[in-house]
C-alpha cells in the first residue's frame, strides 16, 4: 500500500486499478481521502469481506454496499467467484452480456491492461537476469520500463519510424555504450569483445601474438610444467611456441610495436 499511496501522492481526482496485491478496503479509504477512488481484484481471504459461497448460480452477482465502498463477487464458471471492490461504483449495474457481467468487472477489465501490457512488451527484450539480490531485480526492472519509455516517446517524435522495437534497443545500447569504450586505453581479452571494440574504435585490427598463428596440431603449452599436460593449438606467431589460455598475453596495437 505505502508504494501505491507514493506514487499517486500528486494525482487527485482519479481513478487506480490494481490487483488483489494491493487492494483492502483501508486502501480504498486512505485514496478516497485524496479524491481518488480505487478499483480492484480482492483475495477472498480478507477479513473485511463478508462470507462468501463458491456454490452461486452460473454468471450470477451479488453485491455488498458501505458508504462509499462496493464490493460484488462474480460467478464466472462453476465453483469460482471473481471478487472486486470499488470506491467509485455505486449500483447494482448488470450488462446485457450473455455472461451477465456487471459493469465494476467490465471497467476494471478496460482498465488493468496497461500495466499487463507493459509487462509483456518488456518480457519480450528484457534485462532481467536471474538473481538473488532484490536491489539488482529493482534495477533490471527500471531499466527495462524506463528503455519502453524511451521507444514510447521516440515513436510519438518520429511517428513515420516504422522499424521494430529490436532495431530501436540495438541503436540505444550503441548509443549508451559508445561514449564508454571510445575511452577505452586498454583492449579486452575477450576476443569478441575486443572486435567489438576495436571496430568502435575504428582501429586497423591488429593480430594478436597468441592467436595469429594457428598449428596444424595441439602441441603441449611451453610454459606449463610438464606434469601438467596442457595442449593447444594456439601458437605465437613471433616464436612459434604453443602457449595455453593461462599464459597467453594480449596486447593492444599501440603496446605490440
Known sequence: MRVVMELTHELRGQNVTCDNFFTSYMFGQSLLKRNITLLG???????????????????????????????????????????????????????????????????????????DTLDQFIATYTYRRKTNRWPVTVFYNAVDTTEYNAFVLWIEINPNWNKKRRIFLEELGKLLVTPYIEGIKRLPRNEPAMAIVRKIQAAEPAQSPSSSKQASKRARCKFCPSKCDNKTHVSCSNCGKHVCKVHVTYYCPECQN
Open 41 to 115: 481484484t480482492m483475495r477472498k481471504n480478507k477479513a473485511e469481506l463478508p462470507c462468501l459461497s463458491r456454490k452461486e448460480a452460473l454468471h450470477s452477482s451479488k453485491f455488498y454496499f458501505t458508504r462509499d465502498t462496493a464490493v460484488v463477487s462474480y460467478t464466472p464458471k462453476k465453483n469460482k467467484n471473481f471478487v472486486l471492490i470499488s470506491t467509485m461504483h455505486n449500483s447494482k449495474e448488470i450488462s446485457n452480456r450473455v455472461d451477465k457481467k456487471p459493469k465494476m468487472i467490465l471497467d476494471y477489465n478496460s482498465t488493468k491492461g496497461a500495466v
